[in-house]
Each structure stands twice: as structure tokens, then as C-alpha cells.
């Protein structure tokens, strides 16, 4: 008897479980049926996403297309503004060189002016090599002033007043120079 009601509570057991996996078979089937109409909707939707896809690529191409055509007529615009311009600029330099610079200075003042402005170049230069000579120098005192003073009581006390010091000596020594070619060209001017 006993073994007859284990075999009916077995029994109930296996309905309920039968029913529980029914109802989730039915919720499951309901599930499909509502994804597949997604599924149905999102591929219609899709047909239309890519029509207007390529409706797009094929706008933009023509956009590109067009932006072409304008740059190359552009550019052949740009190119003839060119070169007017250019030889408007050629023609402008024979002018001066032919009608308005002789009246202004003489043969002799220009061979002047060009050997003033040769020295003053020359100087130029000289000036810029010692002052590419005398920089690593100094940033290396200063380097070697400011490592050896962590406390930095020297930099602004002694080394900065001796290094600007030096650079107004370099200076006033460049100035020198360069006043005597400037003196120099006013010289022949007014001697002309």
C-alpha cells in the first residue's frame, strides 16, 4: 500500500512537471512567433535601409564628382591669375629697373651701395658665428653655476649681472661696426 502511494505522489509529480515544461513550451512558442514577426519587420525595414544606403553612396559620389570638376576649373582659373600676376610682376621690375632706378642713383652709387651692403653681409655673419660660439660657453657657465648653487644665491646676485655684462660688451662691439658701414654709406651718398 505504501509502495502504491509513493508510486501516485511519483505520478502527481511527473503531471506537474509535464505541465510546468508545457507551459514554458507554449511560452517559448509564443516568444518565437513574436521574434520572427521582428525578425519579418527589421528585414523589411532593412531592404529599405539599404536602398537608401545606395541612394546615398550614389548622391555623395556625384558631390565628389562635382567637387572635382570645380577644383580642376578653379585651378585653371587660379593658374592663368598666376601667371598675369607674374608677368605683371616681370613687367613691373623691367620698368623700374629700366625708367625709374637710374634717375635715382648713379652707376658709381650702386657699385657703392652693393660693396656697403657686401661688407655689412660680411659682418653679419662674422657677428652670428661668434655669437653660435660664445652661446654654448655661456649656457654651460650658467648650467654649471646653477648646478654647483642649488640654492640659487649666486644666479641672481653675481652671474646674471656678469653674463648681461658681456652680452652688452658683445653688443656694443657688434653696434660698432655696423655704424661704421652705416656711416660709411651716408658718406658716399652725400659725397655724391
Known sequence: ??????IEDAMRMLQDQMRDIDKKQ??????????TKSLRHLRARGGEVISLDMTHRVAVQRVRD?????????????????VEAEQEVVTLKKTFQKEIWPELTTPEQDKALYKALQ???EQLAQHH?????????MEAHVV??????????????????????EIE????AAKDPLLAT??????MISAQ
Not at 500500500?1 to 509513493?6: C, D, T
Not at 646653477?146 to 653675481?158: I, K, Q, Y
Not at 660688451?169 to 656694443?172: C, L, M, S, W
Open 1 to 6: 500500500m505504501q509502495e502504491g502511494m509513493r
Open 26 to 35: 507554449d511560452a517559448s512558442l509564443a516568444d518565437i512567433d513574436k521574434h
Open 66 to 82: 562635382l567637387e572635382t570638376d570645380l577644383a580642376a576649373v578653379n585651378s585653371q582659373r587660379a593658374s592663368m591669375r598666376l
Open 119 to 121: 661688407l655689412q653681409r
Open 129 to 137: 658665428d661668434e655669437g653660435c660660439a660664445v652661446m654654448p660657453l
Open 144 to 165: 654649471n653655476t646653477a648646478c654647483s648653487d642649488p640654492g640659487a644665491v649666486l644666479m641672481p646676485h653675481l652671474i646674471l649681472p656678469m653674463l648681461q655684462r
Open 169 to 172: 660688451g658683445k653688443a656694443a
Open 182 to 187: 652705416q656711416q660709411l654709406d651716408v658718406a
